[in-house]
Structure formats: structure tokens, C-alpha cells
């Protein structure tokens, strides 16, 4: 094999191991300087997601790869580290790289001149490492070792601010949260190996019975991870969390979040997948329903508490909780519409194809719209260092690019058209329409509500008289503004032209999957 060929074949490792390598090297090249350190940083995530580009053309064009670490000829049971990397874990790894790199290019700026700074970007990497890990294992205890570090990396940067006293009992409400939902899924993870002798996630999906255990199992997974994903009623972690985080790494804190929704699907639709659509599907009709509850929960809580804030921060952050909820309701429109005929066979409409679909869409996109009202919300701080709304007027006088960056994120979150936000909140509409059209005219008049609240925003911030300070008030540094240009680029060309995404990464994402007996058949065939 040449050069290539090599790291291709050992590409899954090393987009895991590149910034894990960086986060401890970061502290010594600080030593030559801060620039040093910063591009360092910024080169290694770059590095890293060449590395990843490789792997993910390579899985897209050829199908899922398998990468194990040592000895692949080992018998049952399997216990060993294993990596399975599908067109699902490409999408997720790329949302992770996307937000390290944006965090970091917007760091240069928001960030300069602060303390502390080599433990930030190594807490950067490592928070990084951590959610590829998440989402690039087959395996499920080195999916729990990969989301404690998240959790210990996450609330280390919650509490980066130290001045300011809210950031503690934000840090303290997260690591307790989050020490529940690893506790959790730790007890589950015991529950599988004590009845099968088994941690591949492939291996038990094979092997479930769906005994009383497993539905113990299942309960405890969905719980954890719901918990770490932000869905009503557990959900008050996130706000404080979001809105006290400094906002270069609430986004990085976000992509942990979404590792925590990867967790869900995976466990929904793999793990447990030939249970729902061969042994009991009145399983995932229940849950599906259940799901649909608290994601409707999750919709009304998140955007009535938003239009409730003052703080611009928290504000954001609970419009986030509330995408949470159209995130969780195409998932949750998926499992409710199984239907069984008189002969006892299972089948899927194909509306909830769609539905899927719409979620794995939204997920991308809520990145992409929240992250860049955080952005902008961040570089109002970085110019006046005020975050509450009655303080705050006439911005647009001085902001230009950030108001325009601002109206983009607000129309794109709403879905409003041309922006991303549309066309995945089209999708759910339109397929948990067909399932129930009351759960869709509760979206729709929500969305309509979110618009509301962000207009209310806008012209709160940005519209009004100049404001009244002995400071002069400028835009903020160019690496902040590329950092929300590279946002509000994305929501445009993704909303100009959504089937091309839909085509290249979301349907082959939705249809991985879906497709358990590929994700088994591909890993056990493979050891």
C-alpha cells in the first residue's frame, strides 16, 4: 500500500487521535507564543478534517467501514475497541469538525487577551475528540468513556468565565445532570453485558430478545440520553449552560448535545431496531408516541420561556430547546406510524421516511442558525458588554455585518424562506401532517411565535437611536465576522439549494440509518 492507502485505512483512528494529540500538545507550544498556539489549534482542526474529508468521500462512495483497534481475528464475545463509521456517523462527525473549526476562528478574536487560554483550546480539543468519538464507535462502553470526557471537558469550559458567579452553578447544574445520565448509561451498558457477554453495539443488536431487562435497558438509555439532549422536562440544564458559556464554545457545546440526539437515534434505530420492526412494533408506536409528547412539551416550553427573557443569551438558548422539540418529533413520527395488517406484517409509510429525514435535516440546520444568533449575540457582548435586552438599542448604527448576520439567523431559525430553517421545517410539517395534522398546526404556529419573539428581538437590539455611551462603538474584529459569515454562507446555500444537501448527505445518512441489518451485517461480516 502507498502513503494513501495507509491513511485511509487508518483515517477512522486518526480523526480521532489528531485532535486528541493536539489537546496535549497545546500547552507546550504556548511556550513559543499565544499566535503560535492559536494557529496551531485552528491547523490541527483543519488537519483533522482532511483526515475526516478522506474518510467520508471514501464511506459515501463505497459504503460503511469498519476499523478495529489490535487484534481482529479474536472470537466471541467482543469485547475490543471498535470503530463502524456510516454515512449517519459521517454526518454528525462533520457537524462536530464544522463548529470545532467556526469556535476556533471566532476564539482569535472574542477570546484574545484573556487568561487561561491553553487550558480553553486544550478543553477545545478534547471536547472535540470526545463527540467523534461519540459518534464514530461501535461500541457501546467506548461510547460512555468518550461521553464523560465530554461532560468533564463541557463543564470545565462552562465555567471558563470565572468572574462572572452565574457560571458556577450553571458548571454545577451540568456535571450533575450529566453524572445522572452517565450513571444511566453505564447501569445499562451492565444490564446488556451481563445477559449477552457483549458491548459491540452490532453483536447485541444482533442478539436482543427484547427480554424484561432489555426493556429495562432501553428505558435507562432513552432517559440518559434525552436528558443529555435537552428534551422537556429535562431540559433546565441547557439554558443556563448556553446562555453562561462563552458563545465560542456553546456551539462546540452544542455539537456535544447533538452527539447526545446520535446516541437516541442509534439506540432507537439500531440497537433496538429489528425489535421494533420485527418482534414488537406496538413497542415503537408507544414510544414513538411518547417521544412526540415531549417533543411537543419541549416546542411550547422552549419558545413561551423565550419570549419570557431578557438576557439575549438565554433568550437563544431556549429557542434552542424548543428546536430541540422538531428535532425529536420527526424521530418520534417515525417509530408512532409503524402499522401491522391482518397477516402480522410490520410496514413503514413512507411519510415517515420523510419525517426521519426532516430531523436528521433539522439537526444540521438548528446548528447552524442557533449557532449563528450565539455568534452575533457573543460579538454584541464583545462590543458593549451588555447582554440584557433593556440595555441594549440602536446596535445596527454601528454593527452592519453582525445586523445583517442577526436577520439571517432569525428568519433561517423561524423557517422562513430562502434560508435552511425552511426546508426542514417543511419536511416535519408536511409528514407529521399526515400522522396527525394537529401536531403539525402546533409546529407551524410556533415557528410563527419564534419569529415573533426574534422580531421583538431585533428591534429591541438593533433598531432605535444610537446608543448613548462615552464609548465609541465599532464593528467587531474580521475573524469574528468570517466566523459568522462561514454560518450565514451555509444557511443560504443550503437554503438556495436544499436537494443537493438532501441528496449527498442527508437521505444516505437517513437510509444508513435505518438500515440495521446493513450496520450488522457490515460489522460482524468485517471481524
Known amino acids: 500500500m502507498n502513503w494513501f492507502d495507509n491513511l485511509l485505512v487508518h483515517s477512522p483512528a486518526l480523526v480521532v487521535a489528531t485532535p486528541l494529540l493536539a489537546a496535549f500538545l ?21 488537519v483533522t478534517s482532511v483526515v475526516f474529508g478522506i474518510l467520508g468521500f471514501d464511506v459515501l462512495v463505497h459504503g460503511p467501514r469498519i476499523y478495529i483497534f489490535g487484534d481482529s481475528n479474536l472470537v466471541l464475545p467482543v469485547v475490543r475497541i471498535l470503530f463502524e463509521v456510516d454515512a449517519f456517523s459521517i454526518l454528525f462527525a462533520s457537524i462536530a469538525l464544522l463548529l470545532a473549526f467556526v469556535g476556533s476562528i471566532y476564539s482569535l478574536s472574542f477570546m484574545k487577551n484573556q487568561d487561561g487560554l491553553d ?46 458567579a452565574e457560571v458556577f452553578e450553571a458548571a454545577f447544574k451540568y456535571i450533575v445532570v450529566s453524572s445522572i445520565a452517565a450513571l444511566f448509561v453505564l447501569f445499562a451498558i451492565g444490564l446488556l453485558y451481563a445477559q449477552y457477554n457483549a458491548l459491540n453495539i452490532a453483536t447485541l443488536a444482533n442478539l436482543l430478545q427484547y427480554t424484561y431487562l432489555d426493556k429495562i435497558t432501553l428505558v435507562l438509555f432513552l432517559g440518559a440520553l434525552a436528558l443529555k439532549a435537552g428534551l422537556a422536562p429535562l431540559h433546565l440544564w ?13 456551539i462546540v457545546i452544542m455539537g456535544a448535545t447533538m452527539a447526545s440526539v446520535y446516541g437516541v437515534l442509534r439506540i432507537c434505530f439500531t440497537l433496538y431496531g429489528s ?15 411518547f417521544i412526540i409528547a415531549l417533543a411537543v412539551i419541549t416546542i411550547i416550553l422552549g419558545i413561551f420561556m423565550a419570549l419570557r427573557q431578557r438576557d439575549l443569551m438565554r433568550l437563544i438558548a431556549f429557542a434552542a430547546v424548543g428546536e430541540i422539540g422538531y428535532i425529536f418529533i420527526g424521530v418520534g413520527v417515525r417509530l408512532a406510524s409503524a402499522t401491522i395488517d391482518t397477516a402480522n406484517n410490520i410496514s413503514y409509510p413512507a411519510y415517515s421516511v420523510v419525517a426521519l429525514q426532516g430531523s436528521i435535516f433539522h439537526i444540521f440546520n438548528d446548528i447552524l442558525d442557533i449557532g449563528l444568533l450565539f455568534l452575533v449575540a457573543g460579538a454584541i457582548y464583545y462590543v458593549t458588554k ?24 432569525l428568519f433561517a431559525v423561524s423557517g422562513m424562506p430562502p434560508f435552511n430553517g425552511f426546508d426542514s421545517k417543511l419536511m416535519l410539517y408536511e409528514s407529521t401532517f399526515q400522522l396527525n395534522p394537529i401536531l403539525a398546526i402546533i409546529e407551524i404556529l410556533f415557528s410563527i411565535l419564534l419569529l415573533a419573539v426574534f422580531v421583538k428581538v431585533f428591534y429591541a437590539v438593533f433598531m432605535g437611536p444610537k446608543p448613548q455611551t462615552h464609548e465609541v462603538l465599532r464593528e467587531v474584529p474580521k475573524s469574528m465576522l468570517v466566523a459568522m459569515g462561514f454560518f450565514a454562507g451555509l444557511i443560504i446555500f443550503i437554503g438556495v439549494f436544499p436537494e443537493f444537501f438532501l441528496e449527498t448527505i442527508i437521505q444516505p445518512a437517513a437510509h444508513a440509518l435505518l438500515n440495521h441489518t446493513q450496520y450488522i451485517t457490515t460489522v460482524l461480516g468485517g471481524m
Request: proline share 4%.
Open 275 to 289: 425489535v421494533f420492526t420485527t418482534i414488537t412494533p406496538q413497542t415503537s408506536i408507544i414510544v414513538g408516541w
Open 238 to 250: 441547557l439554558p443556563d449552560s448556553y446562555g453562561e458559556a462563552p458563545p465560542s464554545i456553546t
Open 386 to 409: 451588555k447582554r440584557t435586552l433593556d440595555d441594549l438599542q440602536g446596535l445596527a448604527h454601528h454593527m452592519k455585518f453582525s445586523t445583517v448576520f442577526f436577520i439571517i439567523g
Open 26 to 46: 497545546t500547552p507546550l507550544v504556548s511556550r513559543i507564543g499565544d499566535k503560535a498556539r492559536n494557529i496551531f489549534v485552528v491547523v490541527m482542526i483543519v
Open 119 to 164: 487550558k480553553y483550546y486544550t478543553l477545545l480539543l478534547l471536547l472535540l475528540t470526545s463527540i467523534l468519538g461519540m459518534v464514530l464507535t461501535g461500541d457501546l462502553f467506548n461510547f460512555f468513556v468518550f461521553l464523560e470526557i465530554s461532560c468533564i471537558a463541557s463543564c470545565a469550559l462552562i465555567a471558563f468565565w470565572v468572574h462572572r
